[in-house]
């Protein structure tokens, strides 16, 4: 466990990269965490972005300066087009003002424009690739927000769907993403269901682990 002085505050030096990854991999949803699960061999920093993140970002404004960005290990269960996918996330940022002026951007009207044209890119690349076979079809995109044991969550939903080829509707794919923020990390909780969505008994699991540790460990400031 990350202790308080393993962790750099606002009256300190600026946190470093290993401080980083290891408040990340504290925080993140761990074997054991979902019980029925299957679990994914390891967690891992997000690759370097491609082009189409690249443009999100320039969208949003600027380039990330985040110093790391991990995800949890994956959660699995079920197969095919009933399977169920949960995992974490957690940002550092260099302090907990860009932290909060980051998620805060994202979320705004503004951000929620660069997010559908963003899906709306991915959507064109990925069935220009796949000729016509399962192609992304309709989405709708929904946000809310609520106060969780002193922490603002915000949740975006995003109701996919995937296309037969006479473009009748084959499944739907429900993705939900929670997120708030504690000192310099943004903590997210990501829950993808094929068919149908995954439980809300799930996700709030999922999401009560993840607010207990932020409220356990002191975050970076």
């Known amino acids: 466990m990350v202790s308080s002085a393993g962790v750099a505050s606002a009256s300190s030096s600026p946190i470093s990269r290993a401080q980083a990854l290891a408040y990340a991999r504290t925080v993140n949803l761990q074997p054991g965490d979902l019980p029925g699960f299957t679990v994914s061999a390891s967690e891992e920093e997000a690759p370097p972005p491609g082009p189409l993140v690249i443009r999100y970002d320039r969208c949003l404004g600027g380039e990330r300066s985040q110093i790391a960005h991990v995800s949890s290990r994956e959660f699995s269960a079920g197969r095919a087009l009933e399977s169920k996918i949960v995992w974490s996330n957690v940002t550092l940022w260099p302090t907990a003002a860009t932290s909060a002026r980051e998620t805060e951007r994202l979320h705004s009207s503004g951000g929620l424009l660069c997010l559908r044209q963003y899906l709306h890119a ?15 079809g309709p989405f709708v995109v929904t946000t809310a927000h609520e106060q969780r044991h002193g922490f603002s969550v915000l949740l975006t939903r995003i109701d996919e769907t995937r296309l037969l080829r006479t473009g009748a509707v084959l499944a739907h794919v429900y993705r939900d993403k929670y997120e708030f923020v504690s000192g310099a990390a943004a903590i997210e909780l990501e829950a993808t269901g094929f068919g149908h969505s995954v439980s809300e008994a799930t996700e709030q699991q999922a999401l009560q682990v993840l607010l207990a540790r932020a409220r356990r460990v002191p975050a970076p400031a």
């Not at 064109?124 to 690739?129: K, L, P, S, Y």
């Open 122 to 136: 991915v959507r064109t690349e990925v069935n220009r690739a796949r000729k016509g076979h399962a192609a992304f």
